[in-house]
Nanobody, 114 residues
Framework: QGQLVESGGGSVQPGDSLRLSCVAA????????FSWYRRAPGKEREHVAT????????EYSDSAKGRFTISRDNRKSTVYLQMTDLKPEDTGVYYC???????WGQGTQVTVSS
């Protein structure tokens, strides 16, 4: 089923930006669809954004719309999540997921706090 490795998390202040990366290996990347999910402390994992094999087809949660952008680079087998205007409620562990397969990364921590 392959492997996904996330990176790019960190501790930032409200209003800051971060770019998360998810490097994929072990399966054909260009035909796959990917999602970012997050798990906030004490909460269920929630969907953040999805990008399909057609790069222009994307979906966002209501909380991500207008602030986050999901993209992909098929040459690098990498999916990105550009996050801007971060808020404390964006705090959590962010996971990359290969859609339609039980392939998840280990997660990367994002903490937004003043």
């Amino acid at each position: 089923q392959g492997q996904l490795v996330e990176s790019g998390g960190g501790s930032v202040q409200p209003g800051d930006s971060l770019r998360l990366s998810c490097v994929a290996a072990g399966f054909p990347f260009s035909g796959a669809a990917f999602s970012w999910y997050r798990r906030a402390p004490g909460k269920e994992r929630e969907h953040v954004a999805t990008i399909y094999s057609t790069e222009t087809l994307t979906e966002y949660s209501d909380s991500a719309k207008g602030r986050f952008t999901i993209s992909r680079d098929n040459r690098k087998s990498t999916v990105y999540l550009q996050m801007t205007d971060l808020k404390p409620e964006d705090t959590g562990v962010y996971y990359c997921h290969r859609m339609n397969y039980e392939t998840w990364g280990q997660g990367t921590q994002v903490t937004v706090s003043s």
